[in-house]
Nanobody, 123 residues
């Protein structure tokens, strides 16, 4: 059973914006911390942002602070990643993840993953 489904990726010019969405089951959304990761060709998957299930506290990678915003809509069981001022180095496949690990930036903290959505920034 697919529990996380991303959408919203695409091709945009540098400086532009995109909003990614991740639809989750109600149980998943109300139980787990939700996060976004990305993986560029030839590179390891890296943390982008996370939002806590209980208090809504957010965490961001330094590379996206001030440009990206993670948010959750509890009524729609949907996670968002608003990406502004996009750069060529933001090009990657973006993954939605859910988990309960204490280290929100660590891949090991997440056990549910979406299929990924491609984001390509042209310079």
């Amino acid at each position: 059973q697919v529990q996380l489904v991303e959408s919203g990726g695409g091709l945009v010019q540098a400086g532009g914006s995109l909003r990614l969405s991740c639809a989750a089951s109600e149980r998943t959304f109300k139980t787990y911390t939700m996060g976004w990761f990305r993986q560029a060709p030839g590179r390891d998957r890296e943390f982008v942002a996370a939002i806590d299930v209980s208090d809504g506290m957010t965490n961001y990678a330094d590379s996206v602070k001030g440009r990206f915003t993670i948010a959750r809509d509890n009524a729609k069981n949907t996670l968002y990643l608003q990406m502004n001022t996009l750069k060529a180095e933001d090009t990657a496949v973006y993954y939605c993840a859910a988990g309960i690990g204490s280290e929100v930036a660590g891949i090991q903290s997440y056990h549910l993953w979406g299929q990924g959505t491609q984001v390509t920034i042209s310079s």
